[in-house]
């Protein structure tokens, strides 16, 4: 299979009942989405790897950011999010592919197209599918599969500069 799904940064802290009041995600709809996607992949036979934006355990981090910090529960994947591999791997930079061992997994595996669900569309989902055409891979975004934060003007300036990288959206 030629293709991959990547579920970006489906985690606690953004996810559960303890989060932090700015990340208002819609959970128990975002997840069933992101359930079904991840099930539909496995069925056609395509891999499916899960990604965690991980913060250095600093205290200047706890406080500055109080969120995804290494070694904490709310940097775990979210307990109602379908595993369906042991494809992980942690990032410190919105783009996933940053992770050198996730690269050569791509390259490995010979993926030339990634799709992407997950958190945040316009936040490391969006840094991931630019730094998977930075890369030569044609990337696609499962609208149905993610979710944003970001205001109307702050999105759509996003998804505007990813539409013209020819980043599809599906």
């Not at 995804?68 to 930079?93: C, H, N, P, W």
């Not at 799709?115 to 055409?133: F, M, N, P, R």
């Not at 999105?155 to 013209?164: E, F, Q, S």
Request: aromatic content about 8%.
């Amino acid at each position: 299979m030629d293709k991959a799904l990547l579920v970006i940064d489906m985690q606690n802290d953004y996810l559960w009942e303890k989060r932090k009041a700015r990340f208002a995600y819609d959970t128990e709809k975002l997840v069933s989405a992101v359930n079904g996607i991840i099930r539909r992949y496995q069925g056609e036979g395509c891999d499916v790897i899960y990604t965690r934006h991980i913060i250095q355990n600093l205290p200047t981090n706890r406080l500055l950011f109080g969120y995804s910090i290494a070694g904490t529960e709310g940097a775990e994947l979210y307990g109602g999010l379908a595993l369906v591999s042991e494809l992980r791997f942690d990032k410190l930079l919105g783009d996933a592919l940053s992770n050198r061992k996730l690269l050569a997994l791509v390259k490995e595996r010979g993926y030339r197209e990634l799709h992407l669900c997950g958190l945040d569309e316009c936040g490391c989902v969006s840094k991931t599918a630019l730094g998977a055409v930075r890369r030569g891979l044609r990337a696609k975004i499962l609208r149905d599969g993610t979710a944003t934060i970001l205001p109307g003007k702050k999105a759509a300036d996003v998804l505007l500069r990813v539409a013209k990288a020819g980043i599809t959206f599906i």
